[in-house]
């Protein structure tokens, strides 16, 4: 299985990545509180193996209604949401799957038994509980189809204050800084992703000017903690820039939330940038060259597959 981890990234990149890469080994047999809703790191595939024991016992929910099973969830426990926003993150919480069918939400079930495999897809709500003693092997992965998934799942976290695993525009512009290195299905995705990205920049900068943010300083902010260089207000741990006051020298917020810094006047501010726009447009443009005949014959196709649907109609 091929996987975006797999190319080179470890050796490219500073962010944090042990969570994600890390083997895991169960040993375990049946408690009820092992019946947890739940999503797994920056929203990734998740592979587990039962190697020997008795059978695992899995309920999920597929992620085209993970917005669906969230409100319901909201709406029949608010107190709980009101005091903890991510609390679906936090392998704490259990809900009767026939109350959440009674909702709407479909739920499917499965009996997982020695020597099988198992793969929950992005965003897709599971839980579940072992039938007895076993002993499993599990991993997180992120194919080349997940990255538009991560990017959305970085604003989800943003909107719920919740720290990222790693830098998912650190990721993407180390993979793209080696574009020559990577099979061209995934520089694809990867070009594809940095456009959003830059495109997303772009505007964030242009506003921070127009508040009157002038003074800007040029860092490897990489190398910082990662705790060290998450936005105050939203937690996203910043790559591309940064806002900081003189007044408070040990915060940062991400561009979205320079209002939420301080009181000083905006003049008083500065942003920390790792690349100027002007350093990523190389970077992009190699991209593009060394994706554009993939390109080319991708519109192809899917233009003569809509042609020959449209002759089926």
Same mark, same amino acid.
């Not at 996987?3 to 009820?32: A, E, G, M």
């Not at 009674?102 to 038994?113: D, I, K, M, S």
């Not at 991400?254 to 190389?282: A, F, I, N």
């Given at each position: 299985?091929?996987?975006?981890?797999? *190319?080179?990234?470890?050796?490219?990149?500073?962010?944090? =990545?042990?969570? /994600?890469?890390?083997?895991?080994?169960?040993?375990?047999?049946?408690?009820?509180?092992? /019946?947890?809703?739940?999503?797994?790191?920056?929203?990734?595939?998740?592979?587990?193996?039962?190697?020997?024991?008795?059978?695992?016992?899995?309920?999920?929910?597929?992620?085209?209604?993970?917005?669906? =099973?969230?409100?319901?969830?909201?709406?029949?426990?608010?107190?709980?949401?009101?005091?903890?926003?991510?609390?679906?993150?936090?392998?704490?919480?259990?809900? *009767?799957?026939?109350?959440?069918?009674?909702?709407?939400?479909?739920?499917?079930?499965?009996?997982?038994?020695?020597?099988?495999?198992?793969?929950?897809?992005?965003?897709?709500?599971?839980?579940?509980? *072992?039938?007895?003693?076993?002993?499993?092997?599990?991993?997180?992965?992120?194919?080349?189809?997940?990255? +538009?998934?991560?990017?959305?799942?970085?604003?989800?976290?943003?909107?719920?204050?919740?720290?990222?695993?790693?830098?998912?525009?650190?990721?993407?512009?180390?993979?793209?800084?080696?574009?020559?290195?990577?099979? /061209?299905?995934?520089?694809?995705?990867?070009?594809?992703?940095?456009?959003?990205?830059?495109?997303?920049?772009?505007?964030?900068?242009?506003?921070?000017?127009?508040?009157?943010?002038?003074?800007?300083?040029?860092?490897?902010?990489?190398?910082? +903690?990662?705790?060290?260089?998450?936005?105050?207000?939203?937690?996203?741990?910043?790559?591309?820039?940064?806002?900081?006051?003189?007044?408070?020298?040990?915060? =940062?917020?991400?561009?979205?939330?320079?209002?939420?810094?301080?009181?000083?006047?905006?003049?008083?501010?500065?942003?920390?940038?790792?690349?100027?726009?002007?350093?990523?447009?190389?970077?992009?443009?190699?991209?593009?060259?060394?994706?554009?005949?993939?390109?080319?014959?991708?519109?192809?196709?899917?233009?003569?597959?809509?042609?020959?649907?449209?002759?089926?109609?």
């Amino acid at each position: 299985m091929s996987t975006i981890f797999q *190319n080179d990234l470890k050796s490219t990149t500073t962010c944090n =990545l042990k969570r /994600v890469l890390i083997v895991y080994l169960y040993f375990d047999q049946f408690s009820i509180n092992r /019946v947890l809703y739940n999503l797994k790191f920056m929203d990734s595939n998740f592979l587990l193996k039962l190697i020997r024991g008795e059978p695992k016992t899995w309920y999920g929910a597929p992620a085209y209604v993970a917005e669906q =099973l969230e409100s319901v969830m909201k709406r029949l426990a608010p107190e709980l949401f009101e005091s903890q926003p991510d609390l679906l993150h936090q392998l704490v919480t259990i809900m *009767n799957p026939n109350t959440l069918m009674a909702h709407g939400v479909p739920v499917y079930r499965t009996n997982q038994c020695a020597g099988e495999f198992v793969i929950t897809f992005p965003r897709a709500y599971h839980s579940g509980f *072992n039938q007895g003693f076993n002993f499993a092997e599990a991993v997180n992965f992120c194919t080349m189809d997940w990255l +538009p998934m991560g990017r959305q799942c970085v604003e989800h976290y943003r909107l719920l204050n919740r720290y990222c695993v790693f830098s998912h525009d650190e990721m993407i512009c180390k993979m793209a800084s080696k574009s020559k290195d990577l099979d /061209v299905i995934l520089a694809f995705a990867v070009y594809k992703d940095m456009v959003i990205m830059m495109d997303e920049e772009k505007k964030l900068r242009e506003t921070v000017r127009k508040m009157g943010i002038i003074d800007s300083v040029r860092e490897n902010l990489e190398l910082l +903690p990662d705790d060290e260089r998450q936005c105050t207000k939203c937690k996203t741990t910043c790559f591309l820039s940064a806002v900081s006051c003189h007044c408070k020298s040990n915060q =940062l917020v991400c561009l979205r939330h320079v209002k939420e810094l301080c009181s000083c006047p905006p003049y008083r501010c500065h942003m920390r940038y790792r690349y100027t726009l002007d350093d990523l447009y190389p970077v992009l443009s190699e991209l593009k060259l060394h994706v554009e005949v993939y390109d080319e014959w991708c519109s192809k196709a899917i233009a003569f597959l809509e042609a020959k649907d449209d002759e089926k109609k």
